[in-house]
């Protein structure tokens, strides 16, 4: 089984010329050689200078000039840093943050945390020594809240601006307004394409600093043929460069951790198989969730004689530059979340793969024009090299949206909306966005945060709202952990929040011992539901004192634990903060559960007459998933935590409730008439509370 690929247009270069160095003298280049080697060093001074004149800049490379790691240097040697002050660098993306971060500190031969840190949710990597903290846009967002005007930096960089996510967005309305109060502030808005006139319109006309591109010529090749399954052609495509074309490593971009995980298997197993065959194939995963370290080895030279394959998430595609790169293979999707979806590609099948406790879908969607040849480019940065898509010529033509959409257009805005409430922003009509949300999307989020309690009926924060705010989670979590403390369950409530936190990667179960693996998992299974399962696993790690050896022995990532622990850790420092004790109701799993329904109680489905569960709200028809310990018993009211979408819309982690607890957390948003479920069991008259007898006391 071959590929047929056809070559379309060269991509151009702005350099047409062989390279410098060959490949191997290129690895061996110090760290100072690198900088100077890198596009933006001839612009140092012309930058330092633009910098000191302007308040606002733009500033425009292509991926792998320097911006993120060498500006924040130049700026500290430029004095930025003096008098206690800090350069702050936002990413989109949390690996990018650390991963920069490390880089860095490098450089500067510094120890990682120390003068050069990173800040993610749930890990602070800085100290008071810190002059230069790399973090994601999101962490910027919360810092808001304890320093408004953003008083300890002297620089804030936005980078990646051109990813255009959601934190993104609102941070750039957020810095717009500070920059004219604080005159000294310098903001550097950083992009890797052709939006820096639209970035120079919002910021009032900021200058753009462009640096000059130093892309060698990228041939682009389309498969003849649509593939219908474009993980086995990227196997297949891999496999194929491998044996044709001269040495120079590969990248493929996958939509995500999955996708990596089974191309990965895949391709251990063919390369197995032609053992000796074949030079060495270096296999080497690039993924949100992968621990630092196996993240680091990307960066590691390719030996002599063999060839390195980067199999990635969308990061590779401008936050993070691996060099070496000479051959990249491009499905053509990637993973995005879908809310009220507009996203004008009905053309084109999208599936929805899950929906998280924000009710986006998770969509696998293709790419835009613009995130293709951003992909392709990656092939271009030590010689001349090659783009294998794996759709056709037509497809991109025709298939293809030319950017794509930015995520504050399809995504749930309750978190975002809580935070600017917080920060005293009431009217969100009226705030600067640079690509307003649908009227329809705000005004929902402004609903649920009302029926959480967040809000009150004039739109305004309550003390709940305000509180919630606090903790860096969904608004249905933090109401939920809000909630523990009437109930007091806050110990187990937190341990259940942080382990839902990691999820989707607490079991391990191999191929040749999936029996074992299934066993191990059900025996922690406790009656009433998945949440319980899950609590029962930390507290049975937590009495082996954290032991590795039981993790092993119960088919259990030890790894995921551990997140797991530090988030707690973190979330219970947050509840000192809003003065809620860390009471505890060992057993008592009604109080947990009705915890966890005082915050999810959108999430209801019933057994139907039919046999089917139906969601309560919107009728929809869903299943319990077959890992619940609940598949089989079929109790009459659930509420669940995620719905995910395979062959049937499946609910995932859920929980046996009682409807009259409906009435008991939500008696505005339920009415009896609609919790009667034919058990012949009477509801309780409607209880005559209101939404704020019930959050009085939160
Ligand atoms: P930009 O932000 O303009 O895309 P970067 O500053 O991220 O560019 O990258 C510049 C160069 O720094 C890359 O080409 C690469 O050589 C080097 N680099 C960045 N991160 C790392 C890392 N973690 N390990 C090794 N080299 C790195
Ligand atoms: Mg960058």
């Given at each position: 089984?071959?590929?047929?690929?056809i070559?379309?247009?060269?991509?151009?270069?702005?350099?047409?010329?062989?390279?410098?160095?060959?490949?191997?003298?290129?690895?061996?280049?110090?760290?100072?050689?690198?900088?100077?080697?890198?596009?933006?060093?001839?612009?140092?001074?012309?930058?330092?200078?633009?910098?000191?004149?302007?308040?606002?800049?733009?500033?425009?490379?292509?991926?792998?000039?320097?911006?993120?790691?060498?500006?924040?240097?130049?700026?500290?040697?430029?004095g930025?840093?003096?008098?206690?002050k800090?350069?702050?660098?936002?990413?989109?993306?949390?690996?990018?943050?650390?991963?920069?971060?490390?880089?860095?500190?490098?450089?500067?031969?510094?120890?990682?945390?120390?003068?050069?840190?990173?800040?993610?949710?749930?890990?602070?990597?800085?100290?008071?020594?810190?002059?230069?903290?790399?973090?994601?846009?999101?962490?910027?967002?919360?810092?808001?809240l304890?320093?408004?005007?953003?008083?300890?930096?002297?620089?804030?960089?936005i980078?990646?601006?051109?990813?255009?996510?959601?934190?993104?967005?609102?941070?750039?309305?957020?810095?717009?307004?500070?920059?004219?109060?604080?005159?000294d502030?310098?903001?550097?808005?950083?992009?890797?394409?052709?939006?820096a006139?639209?970035?120079?319109?919002?910021?009032?006309?900021?200058?753009?600093?462009?640096?000059?591109?130093?892309?060698?010529?990228?041939?682009?090749?389309?498969?003849?043929?649509?593939?219908?399954?474009?993980?086995?052609?990227?196997?297949?495509?891999?496999l194929?460069?491998?044996?044709?074309?001269?040495?120079?490593?590969?990248?493929?971009?996958?939509?995500?951790?999955?996708?990596?995980?089974?191309?990965?298997e895949?391709?251990?197993?063919?390369t197995?198989?032609?053992?000796?065959?074949?030079?060495?194939?270096?296999?080497?995963?690039?993924?949100?969730?992968?621990?630092?370290?196996?993240?680091?080895?990307?960066?590691?030279?390719?030996?002599?004689?063999?060839?390195?394959?980067?199999?990635?998430?969308?990061?590779?595609?401008?936050?993070?530059?691996?060099?070496?790169?000479?051959?990249?293979?491009?499905?053509?999707f990637?993973?995005?979340?879908?809310?009220?979806?507009?996203?004008?590609?009905?053309?084109?099948?999208?599936?929805?793969?899950?929906?998280?406790?924000?009710?986006?879908?998770?969509?696998?969607?293709?790419?835009?024009k613009?995130?293709?040849?951003?992909?392709?480019?990656r092939?271009?940065?030590?010689?001349?090299g090659?783009?294998?898509?794996?759709?056709?010529?037509?497809?991109?033509?025709n298939?293809?949206?030319?950017?794509?959409?930015?995520?504050?257009?399809?995504?749930?805005?309750?978190?975002?909306?809580?935070?600017?409430?917080?920060?005293?922003?009431?009217?969100?009509?009226?705030?600067?966005?640079?690509?307003?949300?649908?009227?329809?999307?705000?005004?929902?989020?402004?609903?649920?945060?009302?029926?959480?309690?967040?809000?009150?009926?004039?739109?305004?924060?309550?003390?709940?709202?305000?509180?919630?705010?606090?903790?860096?989670?969904?608004?249905?979590?933090?109401?939920?952990?809000?909630?523990?403390?009437?109930?007091?369950?806050?110990?187990?409530?937190?341990?259940i929040?942080?382990?839902?936190?990691?999820?989707?990667?607490?079991?391990?179960?191999?191929?040749?011992?999936?029996?074992?693996?299934?066993?191990?998992?059900?025996?922690?299974?406790?009656?009433?539901?998945?949440?319980?399962?899950?609590?029962?696993?930390?507290?049975?790690?937590?009495?082996t004192?954290?032991?590795?050896?039981?993790?092993?022995?119960?088919?259990?990532q030890?790894?995921?634990?551990?997140?797991?622990?530090?988030?707690?850790?973190?979330l219970?420092?947050?509840?000192?903060?809003?003065?809620?004790?860390?009471?505890?109701?060992?057993?008592?799993?009604?109080?947990?559960?009705?915890?966890?329904?005082?915050?999810?109680?959108?999430?209801?489905?019933?057994?139907?007459?039919?046999?089917?569960?139906?969601?309560?709200?919107?009728?929809?028809?869903?299943?319990?998933?077959?890992?619940s310990?609940?598949?089989?018993?079929?109790?009459?009211?659930?509420?669940?935590?995620?719905?995910?979408?395979?062959?049937?819309?499946?609910?995932?982690?859920?929980?046996?409730?009682?409807?009259?607890?409906?009435?008991?957390?939500?008696?505005?948003?339920?009415?009896?008439?609609?919790?009667?479920?034919?058990?012949?069991?009477?509801?309780?008259?409607?209880?005559?509370?209101?939404?704020?007898?019930?959050?009085?006391?939160?």
């Amino acid at each position: 089984e071959e590929i047929e690929f056809i070559q379309a247009l060269q991509m151009p270069g702005t350099r047409k010329d062989e390279p410098d160095l060959s490949e191997s003298e290129m690895k061996k280049l110090t760290i100072e050689e690198t900088q100077k080697s890198l596009p933006i060093y001839p612009f140092k001074e012309d930058l330092i200078a633009a910098m000191e004149e302007h308040q606002v800049l733009i500033i425009e490379g292509e991926t792998g000039s320097g911006k993120t790691t060498q500006i924040p240097q130049y700026l500290t040697q430029a004095g930025y840093t003096r008098g206690e002050k800090k350069i702050g660098c936002t990413q989109p993306r949390r690996v990018a943050a650390m991963s920069v971060a490390a880089r860095v500190s490098e450089e500067m031969g510094y120890k990682l945390g120390n003068e050069v840190g990173y800040s993610i949710r749930f890990e602070d990597c800085t100290s008071e020594r810190t002059i230069i903290k790399y973090m994601t846009d999101g962490m910027l967002l919360r810092e808001f809240l304890s320093e408004p005007d953003l008083g300890g930096y002297s620089v804030m960089i936005i980078d990646e601006a051109h990813e255009r996510t959601l934190h993104t967005d609102v941070l750039f309305g957020l810095v717009k307004d500070i920059a004219r109060f604080r005159p000294d502030l310098k903001l550097l808005i950083s992009s890797a394409t052709l939006d820096a006139e639209k970035f120079s319109e919002f910021f009032d006309d900021a200058p753009i600093f462009r640096i000059p591109g130093r892309r060698y010529p990228v041939d682009i090749y389309y498969t003849k043929a649509p593939e219908a399954d474009y993980l086995d052609a990227a196997v297949v495509s891999v496999l194929q460069i491998h044996v044709t074309q001269p040495t120079g490593d590969i990248l493929v971009f996958m939509t995500g951790q999955e996708e990596i995980e089974t191309s990965n298997e895949m391709l251990q197993e063919r390369t197995r198989k032609l053992g000796s065959k074949i030079k060495e194939l270096i296999i080497l995963p690039i993924y949100a969730n992968l621990p630092s370290d196996m993240q680091a080895k990307i960066f590691e030279p390719t030996p002599p004689g063999a060839r390195k394959v980067i199999l990635a998430t969308n990061i590779a595609e401008t936050s993070l530059t691996i060099d070496g790169i000479k051959y990249v293979i491009d499905p053509g999707f990637c993973k995005q979340n879908s809310y009220n979806a507009r996203t004008g590609m009905e053309s084109l099948v999208v599936t929805p793969i899950s929906k998280n406790s924000r009710n986006e879908s998770l969509v696998v969607t293709p790419i835009s024009k613009a995130s293709a040849n951003q992909r392709a480019g990656r092939a271009g940065r030590v010689s001349a090299g090659k783009c294998f898509r794996l759709y056709t010529a037509w497809a991109y033509k025709n298939e293809l949206e030319d950017n794509t959409i930015p995520e504050i257009q399809r995504t749930n805005l309750g978190n975002v909306v809580l935070l600017l409430k917080s920060l005293g922003i009431n009217d969100l009509i009226h705030f600067d966005f640079m690509d307003p949300p649908p009227h329809e999307t705000l005004v929902l989020a402004l609903e649920q945060l009302y029926a959480l309690g967040a809000l009150n009926n004039r739109g305004e924060l309550t003390k709940l709202g305000r509180r919630m705010a606090e903790f860096p989670v969904d608004p249905m979590m933090s109401k939920m952990i809000l909630a523990s403390e009437q109930y007091q369950c806050a110990k187990e409530i937190l341990s259940i929040t942080a382990m839902l936190s990691v999820n989707n990667s607490i079991f391990y179960r191999p191929k040749d011992k999936v029996v074992h693996a299934d066993t191990a998992r059900q025996n922690f299974f406790r009656p009433g539901g998945d949440h319980l399962t899950l609590l029962n696993i930390y507290e049975q790690w937590e009495e082996t004192d954290y032991s590795t050896q039981w993790c092993f022995e119960n088919f259990i990532q030890h790894r995921s634990m551990k997140r797991a622990r530090d988030v707690r850790d973190q979330l219970e420092g947050l509840l000192e903060r809003v003065e809620i004790e860390v009471t505890s109701k060992p057993g008592d799993t009604i109080a947990l559960r009705k915890a966890i329904t005082a915050g999810f109680f959108y999430h209801t489905a019933r057994l139907s007459k039919g046999g089917n569960y139906r969601t309560v709200k919107h009728q929809q028809t869903v299943m319990v998933h077959p890992n619940s310990s609940l598949f089989e018993d079929r109790p009459r009211w659930l509420i669940y935590h995620e719905l995910v979408f395979t062959t049937k819309e499946f609910m995932r982690q859920v929980i046996e409730i009682e409807n009259s607890w409906l009435l008991e957390v939500a008696p505005h948003y339920y009415k009896s008439k609609e919790l009667e479920d034919g058990s012949g069991k009477k509801m309780p008259k409607n209880t005559g509370k209101t939404r704020e007898d019930v959050t009085r006391n939160y």
